[in-house]
Protein backbone atom coordinates (compact mmCIF):
# COMPACT_ATOMS: atom_id res chain seq x y z
CA UNK A 1 0.00 0.00 0.00
CA UNK A 2 1.70 3.64 -1.00
CA UNK A 3 2.33 5.62 1.62
CA UNK A 4 -0.40 8.68 2.46
CA UNK A 5 0.59 12.19 1.15
CA UNK A 6 -1.27 14.53 3.81
CA UNK A 7 -2.46 13.77 7.31
CA UNK A 8 -6.62 13.37 6.26
CA UNK A 9 -5.69 11.08 3.93
CA UNK A 10 -4.00 8.84 6.72
CA UNK A 11 -6.63 9.37 8.88
CA UNK A 12 -9.10 8.33 6.35
CA UNK A 13 -7.10 4.86 5.10
CA UNK A 14 -7.11 3.87 8.78
CA UNK A 15 -10.83 4.40 9.71
CA UNK A 16 -11.46 2.43 6.64
CA UNK A 17 -9.43 -0.30 7.58
CA UNK A 18 -10.07 -0.99 11.32
CA UNK A 19 -13.81 0.48 11.46
CA UNK A 20 -13.20 3.97 13.30
CA UNK A 21 -14.74 6.73 12.62
CA UNK A 22 -12.66 9.92 12.84
CA UNK A 23 -14.00 13.33 13.54
CA UNK A 24 -12.29 16.14 11.25
CA UNK A 25 -12.88 18.80 14.04
CA UNK A 26 -9.63 18.47 15.95
CA UNK A 27 -7.45 21.46 17.35
CA UNK A 28 -4.26 22.21 15.15
CA UNK A 29 -2.14 22.04 18.41
CA UNK A 30 -3.32 18.43 19.49
CA UNK A 31 -3.42 17.02 15.38
CA UNK A 32 -0.13 14.63 16.13
CA UNK A 33 -1.56 13.02 19.63
CA UNK A 34 -4.71 12.27 18.29
CA UNK A 35 -2.92 10.95 15.42
CA UNK A 36 -0.19 9.32 17.36
CA UNK A 37 -3.00 7.29 19.68
CA UNK A 38 -4.96 6.25 16.69
CA UNK A 39 -1.88 4.59 14.99
CA UNK A 40 -1.35 3.03 18.27
CA UNK A 41 -5.15 1.95 18.57
CA UNK A 42 -5.01 0.34 15.75
CA UNK A 43 -1.53 -1.11 15.70
CA UNK A 44 -3.30 -3.06 19.19
CA UNK A 45 -6.45 -4.58 16.66
CA UNK A 46 -3.93 -5.30 14.12
CA UNK A 47 -2.43 -7.91 16.47
CA UNK A 48 -5.58 -9.40 17.07
CA UNK A 49 -6.86 -13.11 15.86
CA UNK A 50 -9.02 -12.92 12.59
CA UNK A 51 -12.56 -13.60 13.24
CA UNK A 52 -14.63 -14.58 10.18
CA UNK A 53 -17.98 -12.24 10.52
CA UNK A 54 -20.90 -14.02 10.53
CA UNK A 55 -24.13 -13.20 9.06
CA UNK A 56 -26.83 -12.87 12.18
CA UNK A 57 -29.38 -16.15 11.80
CA UNK A 58 -32.56 -16.54 13.15
CA UNK A 59 -34.00 -18.61 15.26
CA UNK A 60 -36.15 -20.38 12.47
CA UNK A 61 -33.13 -20.70 10.16
CA UNK A 62 -31.44 -22.58 13.44
CA UNK A 63 -34.27 -24.82 14.42
CA UNK A 64 -35.04 -25.59 10.38
CA UNK A 65 -31.08 -27.41 10.26
CA UNK A 66 -32.61 -29.83 12.86
CA UNK A 67 -34.41 -33.46 11.77
CA UNK A 68 -38.12 -32.73 12.63
CA UNK A 69 -37.79 -36.37 14.69
CA UNK A 70 -35.25 -34.38 16.85
CA UNK A 71 -37.47 -31.33 17.52
CA UNK A 72 -40.55 -33.70 18.23
CA UNK A 73 -38.36 -35.63 21.27
CA UNK A 74 -36.97 -32.28 22.93
CA UNK A 75 -40.87 -30.76 22.68
CA UNK A 76 -41.99 -34.13 24.41
CA UNK A 77 -39.77 -33.38 27.50
CA UNK A 78 -42.47 -30.07 27.99
CA UNK A 79 -45.97 -32.62 27.30
CA UNK A 80 -47.20 -31.31 30.37
CA UNK A 81 -46.51 -27.80 30.42
CA UNK A 82 -49.11 -26.00 28.44
CA UNK A 83 -47.32 -22.54 29.11
CA UNK A 84 -43.92 -23.56 27.55
CA UNK A 85 -45.93 -25.26 24.75
CA UNK A 86 -47.44 -22.34 23.67
CA UNK A 87 -44.03 -20.21 23.87
CA UNK A 88 -42.62 -22.89 21.66
CA UNK A 89 -45.04 -22.35 18.91
CA UNK A 90 -45.01 -18.65 18.91
CA UNK A 91 -41.53 -18.25 18.20
CA UNK A 92 -40.30 -20.34 15.64
CA UNK A 93 -42.44 -22.13 12.63
CA UNK A 94 -40.22 -25.61 12.77
CA UNK A 95 -41.86 -26.02 16.38
CA UNK A 96 -45.65 -25.11 15.83
CA UNK A 97 -46.46 -28.88 14.89
CA UNK A 98 -44.87 -30.64 17.74
CA UNK A 99 -46.53 -27.62 20.07
CA UNK A 100 -49.78 -28.32 18.56
CA UNK A 101 -49.46 -32.23 18.92
CA UNK A 102 -49.51 -31.99 23.06
CA UNK A 103 -51.21 -28.75 23.34
CA UNK A 104 -54.61 -29.80 21.88
CA UNK A 105 -54.50 -33.92 22.34
CA UNK A 106 -56.55 -34.00 25.07
CA UNK A 107 -59.76 -31.87 24.69
CA UNK A 108 -63.04 -31.82 26.86
CA UNK A 109 -66.41 -30.26 25.74
CA UNK A 110 -68.92 -29.29 28.36
CA UNK A 111 -71.81 -26.88 28.11
CA UNK A 112 -70.15 -24.30 29.07
CA UNK A 113 -67.04 -24.27 26.23
CA UNK A 114 -69.33 -25.66 23.81
CA UNK A 115 -70.09 -22.59 21.53
CA UNK A 116 -66.08 -21.68 21.71
CA UNK A 117 -65.11 -25.06 20.87
CA UNK A 118 -67.14 -25.27 17.76
CA UNK A 119 -66.01 -21.80 16.62
CA UNK A 120 -62.68 -22.67 16.64
CA UNK A 121 -62.48 -26.75 15.53
CA UNK A 122 -65.18 -25.75 13.01
CA UNK A 123 -64.72 -22.00 11.86
CA UNK A 124 -61.83 -20.48 12.41
CA UNK A 125 -59.09 -23.87 12.78
CA UNK A 126 -60.60 -26.74 11.50
CA UNK A 127 -57.12 -28.25 10.79
CA UNK A 128 -56.86 -28.08 14.72
CA UNK A 129 -59.25 -31.01 15.03
CA UNK A 130 -56.26 -33.43 13.15
CA UNK A 131 -54.30 -33.56 16.80
CA UNK A 132 -57.30 -34.05 19.20
CA UNK A 133 -56.72 -37.57 20.40
CA UNK A 134 -58.48 -37.94 23.82
CA UNK A 135 -61.72 -36.57 23.59
CA UNK A 136 -64.35 -35.92 26.69
CA UNK A 137 -68.17 -35.13 26.55
CA UNK A 138 -69.99 -34.14 29.16
CA UNK A 139 -73.67 -32.09 28.91
CA UNK A 140 -75.57 -32.89 31.73
CA UNK A 141 -78.92 -30.29 30.44
CA UNK A 142 -81.31 -29.34 32.40
CA UNK A 143 -84.25 -31.44 33.80
CA UNK A 144 -81.82 -34.20 32.12
CA UNK A 145 -79.56 -34.35 35.20
CA UNK A 146 -82.56 -35.57 37.35
CA UNK A 147 -83.02 -39.56 36.99
CA UNK A 148 -86.76 -39.00 36.18
CA UNK A 149 -86.38 -36.62 33.26
CA UNK A 150 -83.39 -39.01 31.60
CA UNK A 151 -86.76 -41.27 32.00
CA UNK A 152 -89.09 -39.45 30.28
CA UNK A 153 -86.83 -37.93 27.77
CA UNK A 154 -86.33 -41.81 26.54
CA UNK A 155 -89.90 -42.82 27.17
CA UNK A 156 -90.99 -40.45 24.94
CA UNK A 157 -88.62 -40.51 22.22
CA UNK A 158 -87.91 -37.31 22.52
CA UNK A 159 -84.94 -35.67 20.25
CA UNK A 160 -81.30 -35.90 20.98
CA UNK A 161 -79.85 -32.51 22.69
CA UNK A 162 -79.04 -29.59 20.00
CA UNK A 163 -75.75 -29.66 21.13
CA UNK A 164 -75.67 -33.34 21.02
CA UNK A 165 -76.47 -33.20 18.06
CA UNK A 166 -74.03 -30.32 17.04
CA UNK A 167 -71.08 -32.68 18.48
CA UNK A 168 -72.23 -35.34 16.33
CA UNK A 169 -73.09 -34.49 13.05
CA UNK A 170 -69.92 -31.05 13.08
CA UNK A 171 -67.52 -32.02 15.49
CA UNK A 172 -67.45 -35.30 15.68
CA UNK A 173 -66.99 -36.34 11.78
CA UNK A 174 -64.03 -33.44 12.08
CA UNK A 175 -61.44 -35.48 14.68
CA UNK A 176 -60.46 -39.01 12.40
CA UNK A 177 -57.75 -39.13 14.66
CA UNK A 178 -59.45 -39.49 18.46
CA UNK A 179 -58.49 -42.76 20.14
CA UNK A 180 -59.65 -42.21 23.34
CA UNK A 181 -63.21 -41.10 23.70
CA UNK A 182 -65.22 -40.33 27.42
CA UNK A 183 -69.07 -39.46 26.97
CA UNK A 184 -70.21 -38.32 30.68
CA UNK A 185 -74.20 -37.47 31.30
CA UNK A 186 -75.59 -38.44 27.78
CA UNK A 187 -78.52 -39.89 27.14
CA UNK A 188 -78.05 -42.83 24.24
CA UNK A 189 -80.65 -43.91 21.54
CA UNK A 190 -80.87 -45.12 18.60
CA UNK A 191 -80.49 -42.01 16.63
CA UNK A 192 -77.34 -41.03 18.86
CA UNK A 193 -75.79 -44.44 18.12
CA UNK A 194 -76.35 -43.53 14.17
CA UNK A 195 -75.06 -40.58 14.39
CA UNK A 196 -71.72 -41.82 16.01
CA UNK A 197 -71.78 -45.22 13.86
CA UNK A 198 -69.23 -43.46 11.00
CA UNK A 199 -66.88 -41.20 13.40
CA UNK A 200 -63.39 -41.70 15.04
CA UNK A 201 -62.77 -45.25 13.06
CA UNK A 202 -59.31 -45.50 15.38
CA UNK A 203 -60.88 -45.34 18.76
CA UNK A 204 -59.36 -48.08 21.23
CA UNK A 205 -60.47 -46.48 24.68
CA UNK A 206 -64.17 -46.14 24.81
CA UNK A 207 -65.33 -44.54 28.57
CA UNK A 208 -69.17 -44.06 29.48
CA UNK A 209 -70.23 -42.55 32.93
CA UNK A 210 -73.77 -41.36 33.79
CA UNK A 211 -75.12 -42.31 30.63
CA UNK A 212 -79.06 -43.84 29.51
CA UNK A 213 -79.67 -46.30 27.07
CA UNK A 214 -83.12 -46.88 25.84
CA UNK A 215 -81.75 -50.43 25.85
CA UNK A 216 -79.02 -53.04 25.70
CA UNK A 217 -78.88 -53.35 22.18
CA UNK A 218 -77.95 -49.56 21.30
CA UNK A 219 -75.03 -49.76 23.61
CA UNK A 220 -73.97 -53.14 22.06
CA UNK A 221 -74.23 -51.14 18.43
CA UNK A 222 -71.45 -49.10 19.33
CA UNK A 223 -68.95 -51.41 20.51
CA UNK A 224 -69.94 -53.27 17.20
CA UNK A 225 -70.03 -49.97 15.14
CA UNK A 226 -66.42 -49.50 16.40
CA UNK A 227 -64.64 -52.55 16.37
CA UNK A 228 -61.03 -51.44 17.19
CA UNK A 229 -61.93 -50.54 21.07
CA UNK A 230 -59.98 -53.06 23.18
CA UNK A 231 -60.56 -51.02 26.13
CA UNK A 232 -63.73 -50.33 28.19
CA UNK A 233 -64.54 -47.96 31.27
CA UNK A 234 -68.44 -47.66 32.88
CA UNK A 235 -69.71 -46.25 35.80
CA UNK A 236 -73.62 -45.84 36.42
CA UNK A 237 -75.16 -47.14 33.18
CA UNK A 238 -78.83 -47.89 32.83
CA UNK A 239 -80.88 -49.24 30.39
CA UNK A 240 -84.98 -48.34 30.32
CA UNK A 241 -85.74 -51.51 28.19
CA UNK A 242 -82.70 -53.83 29.36
CA UNK A 243 -82.55 -56.71 27.25
CA UNK A 244 -85.79 -57.06 25.86
CA UNK A 245 -85.25 -54.57 22.25
CA UNK A 246 -82.08 -57.22 21.50
CA UNK A 247 -83.55 -59.68 18.63
CA UNK A 248 -82.03 -62.93 17.93
CA UNK A 249 -79.42 -62.34 15.56
CA UNK A 250 -77.78 -60.14 18.45
CA UNK A 251 -77.21 -62.39 20.35
CA UNK A 252 -73.69 -63.02 19.79
CA UNK A 253 -70.54 -64.38 21.63
CA UNK A 254 -68.82 -62.04 24.35
CA UNK A 255 -66.76 -59.45 22.86
CA UNK A 256 -63.55 -59.50 23.65
CA UNK A 257 -61.58 -56.69 25.31
CA UNK A 258 -58.19 -56.35 26.82
CA UNK A 259 -59.07 -54.08 30.07
CA UNK A 260 -62.65 -53.69 31.46
CA UNK A 261 -63.18 -51.00 34.41
CA UNK A 262 -66.49 -50.88 36.25
CA UNK A 263 -67.31 -48.43 38.96
CA UNK A 264 -71.10 -48.84 40.28
CA UNK A 265 -70.56 -46.29 43.44
CA UNK A 266 -74.27 -45.90 45.44
CA UNK A 267 -76.52 -46.37 41.79
CA UNK A 268 -79.82 -46.53 42.82
CA UNK A 269 -81.12 -47.71 39.75
CA UNK A 270 -82.20 -50.67 39.17
CA UNK A 271 -82.28 -50.54 35.79
CA UNK A 272 -78.26 -50.79 35.87
CA UNK A 273 -76.71 -52.51 32.74
CA UNK A 274 -73.59 -53.86 34.41
CA UNK A 275 -74.49 -57.21 34.59
CA UNK A 276 -75.33 -57.56 31.27
CA UNK A 277 -72.45 -56.04 30.06
CA UNK A 278 -70.40 -58.12 32.00
CA UNK A 279 -71.81 -61.66 30.51
CA UNK A 280 -71.04 -60.14 26.90
CA UNK A 281 -67.48 -59.15 27.02
CA UNK A 282 -64.55 -61.22 28.48
CA UNK A 283 -61.44 -58.75 29.07
CA UNK A 284 -58.20 -59.32 30.14
CA UNK A 285 -57.67 -57.18 32.40
CA UNK A 286 -60.82 -56.22 34.90
CA UNK A 287 -60.77 -53.64 37.49
CA UNK A 288 -63.65 -53.53 39.85
CA UNK A 289 -64.29 -50.69 42.56
CA UNK A 290 -65.96 -51.63 45.86
CA UNK A 291 -68.26 -48.77 47.86
CA UNK A 292 -69.60 -51.35 49.79
CA UNK A 293 -70.36 -54.85 51.22
CA UNK A 294 -73.06 -55.96 49.14
CA UNK A 295 -71.17 -55.52 46.21
CA UNK A 296 -69.14 -58.42 46.83
CA UNK A 297 -71.25 -60.71 45.79
CA UNK A 298 -72.21 -58.64 42.56
CA UNK A 299 -67.87 -59.04 42.58
CA UNK A 300 -68.00 -62.93 42.50
CA UNK A 301 -71.06 -63.06 40.00
CA UNK A 302 -68.87 -61.72 37.53
CA UNK A 303 -65.94 -63.62 38.06
CA UNK A 304 -67.52 -66.62 37.19
CA UNK A 305 -68.50 -65.23 34.01
CA UNK A 306 -65.00 -64.11 32.65
CA UNK A 307 -62.69 -67.40 31.16
CA UNK A 308 -59.63 -65.48 29.95
CA UNK A 309 -59.00 -63.18 33.06
CA UNK A 310 -55.09 -62.36 33.95
CA UNK A 311 -55.01 -59.83 35.91
CA UNK A 312 -57.79 -58.52 38.93
CA UNK A 313 -57.85 -55.30 40.34
CA UNK A 314 -60.00 -54.53 42.99
CA UNK A 315 -60.25 -50.79 44.46
CA UNK A 316 -61.63 -50.26 47.83
CA UNK A 317 -63.20 -46.57 47.86
CA UNK A 318 -65.09 -45.01 51.07
CA UNK A 319 -66.25 -47.99 53.06
CA UNK A 320 -69.54 -47.12 55.51
CA UNK A 321 -68.32 -47.38 58.85
CA UNK A 322 -71.11 -50.59 59.46
CA UNK A 323 -69.89 -52.04 56.59
CA UNK A 324 -65.40 -52.52 57.88
CA UNK A 325 -66.85 -53.48 61.27
CA UNK A 326 -69.28 -56.13 59.93
CA UNK A 327 -65.65 -57.42 58.10
CA UNK A 328 -63.65 -56.76 61.07
CA UNK A 329 -66.22 -59.09 62.66
CA UNK A 330 -66.37 -61.72 60.32
CA UNK A 331 -63.34 -60.90 57.69
CA UNK A 332 -64.54 -64.31 55.02
CA UNK A 333 -67.49 -61.85 53.84
CA UNK A 334 -64.65 -60.76 51.99
CA UNK A 335 -64.09 -64.22 49.99
CA UNK A 336 -63.70 -63.99 46.22
CA UNK A 337 -64.43 -66.91 44.23
CA UNK A 338 -63.23 -66.72 40.79
CA UNK A 339 -63.89 -68.91 37.50
CA UNK A 340 -62.57 -72.37 37.73
CA UNK A 341 -59.54 -73.52 36.47
CA UNK A 342 -57.63 -70.50 37.52
CA UNK A 343 -56.42 -67.75 35.01
CA UNK A 344 -55.64 -65.40 37.08
CA UNK A 345 -51.88 -64.67 37.18
CA UNK A 346 -51.86 -60.59 38.50
CA UNK A 347 -53.78 -59.12 41.57
CA UNK A 348 -53.84 -55.69 42.46
CA UNK A 349 -55.68 -54.39 45.73
CA UNK A 350 -55.81 -50.91 45.79
CA UNK A 351 -56.52 -49.81 49.29
CA UNK A 352 -57.78 -45.65 51.18
CA UNK A 353 -55.83 -44.46 54.10
CA UNK A 354 -58.93 -46.35 56.08
CA UNK A 355 -59.08 -49.51 53.99
CA UNK A 356 -55.83 -50.98 54.72
CA UNK A 357 -57.85 -53.85 56.98
CA UNK A 358 -60.24 -54.73 53.91
CA UNK A 359 -57.32 -55.35 51.83
CA UNK A 360 -55.49 -58.00 54.81
CA UNK A 361 -58.72 -59.36 55.30
CA UNK A 362 -59.53 -60.22 51.74
CA UNK A 363 -55.67 -61.62 51.07
CA UNK A 364 -56.15 -63.42 54.39
CA UNK A 365 -58.80 -65.76 52.80
CA UNK A 366 -57.78 -66.15 48.91
CA UNK A 367 -58.39 -69.56 48.18
CA UNK A 368 -55.01 -71.42 47.20
CA UNK A 369 -56.67 -73.28 44.64
CA UNK A 370 -58.79 -70.75 42.76
CA UNK A 371 -55.42 -68.59 42.77
CA UNK A 372 -53.20 -71.39 41.85
CA UNK A 373 -51.74 -69.57 38.96
CA UNK A 374 -51.10 -66.05 40.74
CA UNK A 375 -47.56 -64.84 40.27
CA UNK A 376 -47.52 -61.21 41.15
CA UNK A 377 -49.29 -59.21 44.09
CA UNK A 378 -49.58 -55.52 44.14
CA UNK A 379 -50.84 -53.81 47.28
CA UNK A 380 -51.36 -50.25 47.21
CA UNK A 381 -51.18 -48.54 50.44
CA UNK A 382 -50.45 -45.76 52.89
CA UNK A 383 -47.61 -47.11 53.97
CA UNK A 384 -47.48 -45.73 57.42
CA UNK A 385 -46.90 -47.35 60.69
CA UNK A 386 -50.38 -46.31 62.33
CA UNK A 387 -52.22 -47.71 59.65
CA UNK A 388 -50.43 -50.75 59.83
CA UNK A 389 -50.66 -51.05 63.48
CA UNK A 390 -54.50 -50.45 63.56
CA UNK A 391 -54.97 -53.97 61.32
CA UNK A 392 -55.50 -56.68 63.99
CA UNK A 393 -52.88 -59.22 64.27
CA UNK A 394 -55.13 -62.25 63.63
CA UNK A 395 -55.40 -60.55 60.41
CA UNK A 396 -51.86 -60.40 59.44
CA UNK A 397 -51.44 -63.88 60.39
CA UNK A 398 -54.21 -64.97 58.23
CA UNK A 399 -52.98 -63.42 55.57
CA UNK A 400 -49.26 -64.47 55.86
CA UNK A 401 -50.29 -68.36 56.39
CA UNK A 402 -52.90 -67.66 52.93
CA UNK A 403 -50.23 -66.60 51.20
CA UNK A 404 -46.94 -68.45 51.96
CA UNK A 405 -48.97 -71.62 50.36
CA UNK A 406 -49.26 -70.16 46.98
CA UNK A 407 -46.11 -71.82 45.37
CA UNK A 408 -46.54 -69.97 41.80
CA UNK A 409 -46.53 -66.51 43.64
CA UNK A 410 -42.95 -64.75 43.04
CA UNK A 411 -43.27 -61.15 44.26
CA UNK A 412 -45.45 -59.12 46.52
CA UNK A 413 -44.85 -55.65 45.70
CA UNK A 414 -46.56 -53.29 48.72
CA UNK A 415 -46.47 -49.76 46.97
CA UNK A 416 -46.79 -46.27 48.79
CA UNK A 417 -49.66 -44.28 47.30
CA UNK A 418 -48.93 -41.17 49.98
CA UNK A 419 -46.53 -38.35 48.92
CA UNK A 420 -44.95 -38.01 52.06
CA UNK A 421 -42.20 -40.45 52.39
CA UNK A 422 -40.78 -39.57 55.62
CA UNK A 423 -43.27 -42.82 57.27
CA UNK A 424 -42.06 -44.91 54.54
CA UNK A 425 -39.26 -46.92 56.98
CA UNK A 426 -41.09 -47.19 59.63
CA UNK A 427 -43.94 -48.55 57.92
CA UNK A 428 -42.22 -51.15 55.84
CA UNK A 429 -40.46 -52.49 59.18
CA UNK A 430 -44.35 -52.91 60.72
CA UNK A 431 -45.47 -55.16 57.36
CA UNK A 432 -42.18 -57.19 57.63
CA UNK A 433 -42.69 -57.49 61.20
CA UNK A 434 -46.38 -58.45 60.80
CA UNK A 435 -45.41 -60.89 57.74
CA UNK A 436 -42.40 -62.98 58.62
CA UNK A 437 -43.05 -66.10 56.14
CA UNK A 438 -43.56 -63.92 53.00
CA UNK A 439 -40.52 -61.82 54.68
CA UNK A 440 -38.38 -65.03 54.87
CA UNK A 441 -39.11 -66.19 51.44
CA UNK A 442 -38.12 -63.05 50.18
CA UNK A 443 -41.37 -62.10 48.36
CA UNK A 444 -42.15 -58.24 50.20
CA UNK A 445 -40.74 -55.73 47.73
CA UNK A 446 -41.35 -52.11 48.59
CA UNK A 447 -41.66 -49.82 46.16
CA UNK A 448 -41.66 -45.95 46.86
CA UNK A 449 -44.09 -45.18 43.89
CA UNK A 450 -46.90 -47.34 42.03
CA UNK A 451 -46.56 -48.43 38.38
CA UNK A 452 -49.05 -49.19 36.61
CA UNK A 453 -50.02 -52.14 34.56
CA UNK A 454 -48.48 -51.13 30.37
CA UNK A 455 -51.31 -51.47 28.27
CA UNK A 456 -50.52 -51.89 24.41
CA UNK A 457 -53.23 -50.05 22.30
Not at 340 to 346: A, D, E, L, N
Request: charged letters at 20%; proline letters at 7%; aromatic letters at 8%.
Amino acid sequence: MPLPTDMDTSLKIISKEFGFKISDKRKPTNVRFSVSETLKAAARLGRRPYRPHLAPVSLNQQAATLPPELLDHILDYLHDDNEALRNCSLVCHALVPSARYHLFQKVKITQENFVRATTIFAGDSPHLTQYVRDLTLELPMGSLNSTLGRLRSLLANEEAPVLLRVFMLVLSPRMPNVLRLTLKDVPVDQSVVAMLAPNFPQLHTLSLFDCWFSCNADFYAILRDHPAVRHLRCGRLSSLFGSEALSQEDVVPPRSLQTLKITEAYSTSPLTLIPWLVTHSNPEHYTYTLYRLGQVTKLNQCLVQLSCLKHLHVIFYRWRTEDVEEVAVTPAVLTLIPRHPPTITTLTVDTKIHSVLLAVSLLGHLDPHAFAHLRTLNILMHLHEEFVKEVPLESWAAMDQTLSVLLSLGAINVCNVCSDMTHLEAGKDAVEARLPVLSVRGLLRFDQKWQPLQLKF
